[in-house]
């Protein structure tokens, strides 16, 4: 990773200086906050309840998730694993490079990496790929279509996920990074390029190199033989490693980087652009892999349900959750205390380097006369005033500009999720195990 940020950066001295900065900083010796640190749920839900209900629904989905995968054993036990560890791969590479740590969560129950990374995130991966994969491997698509459908089932999860959590202060995002600065409802459209990217490579990734490892052997080459225990272990550490990059170099390069930064084509347009292609794969996928992928009838609607009880209720859960918070939440009322985008100098401009090597312009610092993030830097009462120079301070929530359309969107991308699983789910392949 050293390497490929060097070579990418064009100062490989620069960039291994400027990481082990972080990580020196990150696992300081003489701070336990560096491995773990906890919190208070009382002081969560005085601060925003929204975030603890959101930890405790995460908890629960996993939860839920994991006892699918050993009960059905095989290959969606090693995705479950392979996904927490792609999951933590992600999110420390994410703070430890300088170029792509634009991002800072609400302090949750348990944070980890000096404060950066709630434990939830690292269980989210799970939630949304197990989930996705065990309604999506129910088409019986090829090793190499299938990944993009899958994709496309981990972004319909996202979307009302993301949409709500920055509106809530579960995170905020750089003010003005390039590669943020795109966006819709505050959330960039990079987001959504970032999971189909990285969800379609980390299932290829999985897929083949479990194929090629055991020959071929049982479906998607989980094997019947000993070389399967061993060639599970080896694809699950295979994509929990090197989804990440190889998702940037083979998918974001081409479909973002080269066409955004060099001829400046709208991030939305591209997003439009790379999800019409996974359709597109994924119906192709559908549409010539036989009968067999289809529900033919014989199959009873209580065993279709006792097959995917787990599945069902981590989706029932998820939505229940989205529809409360949306119903019920009052952003205006809620505040964050934590770390974010350092507050500084408005005039003052840094950069970021892109995979291709440039140098993209960017405030250094957050103006705290100027900017465009759905929060308040005025927080009455707060413990940790916004001042100058300030990376750890309060933030408070605001207002809905329009709860109707908010509203409108969050239902409309929990409807369609829920109406595609179901489909998966309950109108696919009647005689898979």
Same mark, same amino acid.
């Given at each position: 990773?050293?390497?490929?940020? +060097?070579?990418? $950066? ?16 990150? &696992? ?9 640190? !906890? ?8 601060? @925003? ?9 995460? !908890?629960? &989905? ?19 694993? =392979? ?18 740590? @634009? ?9 980890? !990496? ?33 990944? %993009? ?24 995002w750089h003010d003005t990074d390039p590669n943020l600065y795109d966006r819709t409802y ?10 189909? $990217?990285?969800? #379609? ?9 479990? =194929? ?10 989980? +094997? ?47 997003? &439009? ?24 009838? *014989? ?33 205006? *009322?809620? #505040?964050?205390?934590?770390?974010? /985008?350092?507050?500084?100098?408005? *005039? ?32 009455? @009462?707060? $413990? ?38 179901? /489909?998966?789910? %309950? ?7």
């Amino acid at each position: 990773y050293l390497w490929l940020a +060097g070579e990418l $950066t064009g100062n490989m001295a620069e960039t291994v200086h400027a990481v082990l900065d972080r990580v020196r900083m990150y &696992w300081a010796s003489d701070s336990r906050k560096g491995v773990i640190s !906890f919190r208070s749920p009382l002081e969560i839900w005085a601060e @925003n309840p929204t975030f603890l209900l959101a930890e405790v629904m995460f !908890f629960t &989905w996993a939860a839920l998730t994991m006892k699918h995968a050993l009960r059905s054993g095989g290959r969606f036990s090693q995705l479950w694993c =392979a996904a927490l560890l792609h999951g933590l791969v992600t999110e420390l590479l994410s703070y430890t490079l300088p170029d792509v740590d @634009n991002f800072w969560h609400f302090r949750g129950m348990a944070m980890l !990496f000096n404060g950066r990374l709630p434990l939830y995130i690292t269980i989210l991966y799970p939630c949304f790929y197990y989930t996705g994969y065990a309604a999506v491997s129910r088409l019986k698509l090829s090793l190499f279509l299938e990944p %993009f459908a899958f994709a496309i089932s981990v972004v319909l999860l996202d979307v009302p996920y993301d949409i709500l959590g920055v509106k809530m202060l579960w995170w905020t995002w750089h003010d003005t990074d390039p590669n943020l600065y795109d966006r819709t409802y505050y959330v960039p459209w990079t987001s959504y390029m970032f999971h189909l $990217t990285f969800a #379609s490579t980390f299932l290829l990734i999985l897929n083949t190199s479990r =194929a090629l490892l055991t020959y071929g052997e049982g479906e998607k080459g989980e +094997g019947a033989t000993s070389r399967g225990g061993c060639a599970g272990f080896v694809s699950v550490v295979l994509a929990g490693c090197l989804s990440m990059p190889l998702a940037v170099l083979s998918q974001m390069l081409p479909a973002y980087n080269f066409p955004h930064d060099v001829y400046g084509v709208h991030t939305e347009v591209l997003l &439009w652009m790379l999800l019409g292609t996974y359709i597109l794969l994924a119906w192709i996928g559908e549409r010539t892999s036989g009968s067999e992928a289809r529900s033919s009838g *014989s199959e009873s609607a209580s065993s279709r349900r006792h097959r995917n009880t787990e599945i069902c209720v981590a989706l029932m859960v998820y939505y229940v959750f989205i529809g409360t918070v949306l119903l019920l939440a009052r952003p205006e *009322s809620y #505040s964050s205390t934590g770390l974010h /985008q350092t507050l500084g100098n408005c *005039s003052v401009i840094g950069h970021t380097t892109n995979v291709l090597g440039q140098k993209l312009p960017k405030q250094a610092f957050l103006c705290a006369s100027s900017y465009d993030e759905p929060f308040s830097l005025l927080c009455a @009462n707060a $413990t940790h005033p916004a001042t100058g120079g300030a990376s750890y301070y309060t933030i408070c929530g605001t207002s809905f500009p329009n709860i109707a359309e908010f509203k409108c969107i969050i239902i409309a991308a929990c409807t369609l999720g829920a109406v595609v699983y179901y /489909q998966l789910l %309950f109108r696919s392949c009647s005689d898979c195990s």
